[in-house]
């Protein structure tokens, strides 16, 4: 028999609802601009399969109205007897400018409840068991849930923070950079993103994602009508070719695609299918831009288009979004062959 399970997720503020429409759980709080949901109703939820959550959370129990004085006694007492242990503690607040001013307070906090946990034997250096959260919606309340380590994100508040780099062209460096650790593992990248390999950027001015795999080794053919900034006009890793990125194919295959255009999803999503049906790409990182309204629709029609697209070819794939810090009205997708 499944259980019905209280799922805490956290998302960009703005979007709760696409979280609960892509979900199609039961909302049981939903605050506009909050940048977290309560939901219910559905046994299990795939993390990998979520655009719009940023962190995938089982929800134990809630505290209301904290002292000011003495914290940890009622939030000890909220944790749950099982899981028995924990392999880290993580305090968290929502990504909004309310939450941001109590980050200093969980900052000061998290020493001292993670010595009561040692203390207690319930926190232990192994990284298979289930990591607590606790998260603070404001400095009134607490949500005392658990995150599985192989279907949540590992980072704090589900937000992998990458550095920029003082010669990058444009701060969309930061959105590769960030794709790259969502989707690939260690191991992935070193396999995937080798000095030597070759990618093309389709509308790659003024050079952000281009710098991003320069950095990286990789040999890059930069397609667009407008110039490449800084370090990375006439780099020599870099071929720039003033020509239209819906339009150009390359002579041969190359091992990554990018591409960052402002174009509707389903545009992109049809010339992305093509460069893979025609065998142009082995991988590709894109950023389908989404509409004001339905965009769980958008969304999924422009995913599904390539499914059905690349199922008729026969060809095995993987296929993954999300919707990244980096990102804004926008989501970021992964799409490789499977051999």
């Not at 805490?8 to 949901?37: H, M, W």
């Not at 795939?46 to 655009?51: P, S, V």
């Not at 819906?246 to 002579?251: A, I, L, T, V």
Request: aromatic share 8%; with cysteine.
């Amino acid at each position: 028999m499944n259980t019905l399970h209280n799922w805490l997720i956290y998302c960009r503020p703005g979007f709760e609802r696409d979280c609960v429409e892509e979900t199609q759980a039961k909302p049981v709080e939903t605050t506009e601009n909050s940048g977290f949901v309560v939901l219910q109703g559905k046994p299990k939820l795939a993390y990998r399969q979520l655009t719009f959550a940023r962190q995938l959370l089982t929800l134990h129990a809630e505290v209301h109205e904290l002292p000011e004085r003495d914290r940890l006694t009622p939030l000890l007492a909220a944790i749950p007897v099982s899981p028995e242990r924990f392999s880290a503690l993580y305090l968290e607040v929502p990504d909004t400018n309310d939450g941001k001013t109590l980050s200093g307070f969980t900052k000061r906090f998290q020493p001292l409840l993670e010595e009561a946990l040692r203390n207690s034997s319930r926190l232990a250096d192994d990284p298979s068991l289930p990591r607590l959260h606790i998260f603070f919606p404001d400095n009134q309340r607490a949500l005392i849930a658990t995150s599985d380590p192989h279907n949540s994100a590992s980072a704090l508040n589900g937000i992998q923070r990458v550095s920029m780099v003082s010669d990058a062209p444009s701060r969309s460096y930061l959105k590769l950079a960030e794709a790259i650790e969502v989707f690939l593992d260690k191991k992935e990248q070193a396999l995937w993103l080798k000095p030597g390999m070759t990618a093309i950027d389709l509308g790659a001015a003024p050079g952000g994602w281009t710098w991003q795999l320069v950095q990286r080794g990789l040999k890059v053919t930069a397609v667009d009508n407008g110039p490449l900034k800084g370090a990375a006009a006439g780099h020599p890793l870099i071929r720039h070719l003033r020509e239209d990125g819906f339009r150009f194919r390359p002579q041969r295959p190359m091992d990554w695609l990018v591409c960052d255009m402002v174009e509707q999803p389903q545009r992109v999503a049809t010339l992305m299918t093509e460069w893979f049906v025609g065998g142009f790409a082995q991988r590709a990182i894109f950023n389908l831009k989404l509409p004001m309204k339905k965009r769980v629709a958008a969304l999924q029609d422009a995913l599904n288009s390539m499914r059905t697209a690349l199922n008729n070819k026969g060809i095995r794939y993987q296929l993954e979004a999300k919707q990244l810090y980096h990102d804004r009205e926008e989501v970021t997708v992964f799409l490789s062959r499977k051999r």
